[in-house]
């Protein structure tokens, strides 16, 4: 967790209260960047995450270009089933 700035007189400085939780998302990505520089991933992981990524990657670009078949498709069913006597 991010220390507040305390100034002279004693109290913490006034500031919006996002800045503690974007400065601490902010230093916990440059911890995880340092660590991976120092110890880099091995290739393995490398072309694991790589192939996941193109593979969603794919079906990503064959459902915008020609769309997703109709035998996939859920129908939408209503939000109240009637109630049948």
Same mark, same amino acid.
Request: no cysteine; glycine share 4%; proline share 7%.
């Given at each position: 967790? #991010?220390?507040?700035?305390? +100034?002279?007189?004693?109290?913490?400085?006034? /500031?919006? !209260?996002?800045?503690?939780? %974007?400065?601490?998302?902010?230093?916990?990505?440059?911890?995880?960047?340092?660590?991976? #520089?120092?110890?880099?991933? +091995?290739?393995?992981?490398?072309?694991?995450? /790589?192939? !996941?990524?193109?593979?969603? %990657?794919?079906?990503?670009?064959?459902?915008?270009?020609?769309?997703?078949?109709?035998?996939?498709?859920?129908?939408?069913?209503?939000?109240?089933?009637?109630?049948?006597?």
């Amino acid at each position: 967790m #991010v220390a507040h700035a305390v +100034s002279t007189f004693g109290w913490k400085q006034a /500031g919006p !209260a996002y800045y503690d939780r %974007a400065m601490d998302i902010f230093f916990r990505l440059m911890l995880r960047m340092a660590y991976w #520089v120092r110890r880099p991933p +091995s290739k393995s992981w490398l072309v694991a995450v /790589g192939t !996941a990524i193109a593979i969603s %990657a794919v079906i990503v670009i064959i459902e915008h270009t020609i769309g997703w078949p109709d035998w996939a498709k859920v129908d939408r069913l209503p939000r109240f089933p009637a109630v049948t006597r």
